[in-house]
């Protein structure tokens, strides 16, 4: 995942959120600590999500720029990527963030500028040349 492009890409959801409650961590069932966020979405660019919702990170996420996602800190804004949705639909089943860009106060149009145009113009998904998975398709 080389590019914003490219991100946008392998999402299903893209959105400008603001984080709110934050509860945990507590341990998911690949055994990772996880962070739940309770999150307002305030801008969609791909996709379709409830007006607020859960979203789940590592609790070891770091703040670093080689990584895919800051940690949602509540009160602050954020740009996210969101694979699927919840496998029954549910509203209140945490989604996982694959990506979490901050966009506070004057990062806010540069980082919707920054999106917007990834969505536009999003690379297909690439599978990986190191996957050894074989699927067979009938």
């Excluded at 990772?32 to 999150?39: D, K, N, Y």
């Excluded at 996420?61 to 740009?79: C, F, I, K, T, W």
């Excluded at 990506?99 to 004057?106: E, K, M, N, Q, V």
């Amino acid at each position: 995942m080389d590019t914003d492009r490219d991100k946008a890409g392998v999402v299903e959801h893209v959105a400008v959120v603001t984080a709110g409650e934050q509860s945990g961590p507590t341990r998911g069932s690949d055994g990772e600590q996880r962070v739940t966020v309770q999150v307002t979405v305030d801008e969609v660019f791909k996709g379709s999500l409830p007006k607020t919702m859960p979203v789940s990170q590592g609790a070891t996420e770091q703040a670093r720029p080689d990584v895919l996602q800051q940690p949602l800190v509540p009160g602050h804004r954020y740009v996210i990527g969101v694979l699927g949705g919840p496998s029954d639909g549910a509203v209140s089943e945490a989604r996982s963030a694959f990506f979490a860009t901050s966009a506070d106060g004057a990062q806010l149009q540069a980082e919707r500028a920054r999106w917007k145009d990834a969505v536009a113009h999003q690379n297909p998904e690439r599978v990986d040349p190191g996957c050894t998975d074989i699927v067979d398709v009938p």
